[in-house]
Every structure is written in C-alpha cells, then in structure tokens.
C-alpha cells in the first residue's frame, strides 16, 4: 500500500512539473512571437480566427468567454464523440502590457471494458493586449502534453490521431511500469 501511496505523489508531482512546463512554453512562444510581430510590423489579425470561430476582442475577454470559446473551438475538431472533455481553468499571468489566461482541457475516451481510460491534457494560452483592447483580437494558442509544438487555431487543424497517440504511448509505460 506505501509503494502505491509513493507512485501515486510521485505521478501528481510529475503532472504538475508537467503542466508548468507546458503553460511555460505557450508563454514563451507568445513571448517571441510577440517580439517578432513588433519587428516586423505585420497585422496579424486575420489569423486569429479559424473554423467560423470569432475569438473576443481583448476588451471583452473574460474567463467565462475563454472557456466557451476553447469549447465552441473544439467543437469544430473532427473528434469521435467517444471523446469526453472538461475545461479548466488554470491561472492569469501578468507580462507588460499584457494578460495571459491559460486553461487546460482534460479528454478521455472511456468504453465499457475502461471506464476510466487515459487522460490527455491540452493547453491553451490566450493572450489579452492591454493598449488594443477595443480592436484586437485574442491571441490564441495551444500545445498537447509531452509535445513541444505549438497550434493555432485557424493555422492547424486539430487531428484525433494526437490524442490517440499520447493516450497508447501512456498505456505502453504502464505496461513497462509494471514489469
């Protein structure tokens, strides 16, 4: 029963570590991007929609507004409706002149045999501009657990075989765990 308590403390220790990197990612890309959209003096707007998604302006951003539009987001993904997902939010972080709000979403696929199946994480940082609040759109972007590239809506279209993937390679090191 103690090996078991330790595995478990040690798998919500690693999650955590985990889900900071992940947000820490999303926060740099935006970070660097934000540094090459300023170089570069390009107007970005019209790649902050996607899949008839309008996202918010910045001044009218809000928790609630993230969570319903990561959801009307995903809806437009060509997902099997075997898949279940929760939308959570995570923290804000504070940068110059602008807000970031990140969110996770948690998917499982459960069947009859696996009711409790693998979860796949998915992060999402949105980034509200404090100047340009009356016309800019949210800056959106996301990252799948153990994954180091970086989405954006309207750029790249979701694929099921991704989340798939991180689901079979989780049950594959269970496997190797328990040998």
């Excluded at 078991?4 to 889900?19: F, T, Y």
């Excluded at 540094?35 to 570069?40: G, I």
């Excluded at 069947?111 to 949210?138: D, G, M, N």
Aim: proline content about 2%; aromatic content about 12%.
């Amino acid at each position: 029963m103690n090996r078991l308590n330790n595995q478990n403390k040690m798998e919500r220790n690693s999650c955590e570590i985990n889900e900071k990197a992940e947000f820490s990612v999303l926060i740099k890309a935006l970070q660097e991007e934000r540094l090459r959209d300023n170089k570069e003096e390009v107007d970005n707007a019209s790649l902050f929609t996607s899949d008839n998604i309008e996202w918010a302006t910045c001044k009218d951003f809000n928790i609630e507004v993230g969570k319903q539009q990561i959801e009307a987001y995903i809806k437009t993904w060509e997902i099997r409706s075997c898949w279940i997902y929760s939308i959570e939010f995570f923290r804000t972080g504070q940068e110059d002149d602008f807000t970031i709000y990140l969110y996770e979403v948690i998917f499982m696929a459960p069947t009859s045999r696996k009711p409790i199946s693998e979860r796949v994480s998915v992060y999402f940082a949105a980034e509200i501009s404090k100047v340009e609040a009356e016309t800019r759109p949210v800056k959106v972007r996301f990252i799948l657990e153990s994954c180091r590239v970086i989405h954006t809506p309207g750029r790249n279209r979701f694929n099921e075989k991704w989340l798939t993937d991180i689901t079979e390679t989780k049950a594959l090191w269970q496997k190797m765990m328990d040998f």
